[in-house]
């Protein structure tokens, strides 16, 4: 069974800093990409930031709305990916959901409530 634990988030001020981390089990953690997104009220999920696994083609992506604020990484050792957020502004308001995909399912964390206040 697949499980993916965020925590972080919380209440900043804009400008401020938070991370989030999001720790798994269940799966062959150093295998997989890993990504966050973000949803808010009404809207669909949107991806943040993508950090591929060491089997997996490619590289770090981020969104274009948090491109030079946000650094994505990951532990291979202790199976957690995390996300930095700096300069943040209110509207990266948002619930913030850990995600990866295995055998063609996605999994999920239960997300976790960033509030950035202007």
């Known amino acids: 069974q697949v499980r993916l634990v965020e925590s972080g988030g919380g209440l900043v001020q804009a400008g401020g800093s938070q991370r989030l981390s999001c720790a798994a089990s269940?799966?062959?953690?150093?295998?997989?990409?890993m990504d966050w997104y973000r949803q808010t009220p009404g809207n669909q999920r949107e991806l943040v930031a993508s950090?591929?696994?060491?089997?997996?083609?490619?590289?770090?992506m981020y969104a274009d709305s948090v491109k030079g604020r946000f650094t994505i990484s990951r532990d291979n050792v202790w199976r957690t990916v995390s996300l930095q957020m700096n300069n943040l502004k209110p509207e990266d308001t948002a619930v913030y959901f850990c995600?990866?995909?295995?055998?063609?399912?996605?999994?999920w964390g239960q997300g976790t409530q960033v509030t950035v206040s202007s």
């Open positions: 950090i591929p696994g060491i089997t997996a083609p490619g590289r770090t």
């Open positions: 995600h990866t995909t295995r055998q063609g399912s996605d999994f």
């Open positions: 269940g799966v062959n953690f150093k295998l997989h990409t």
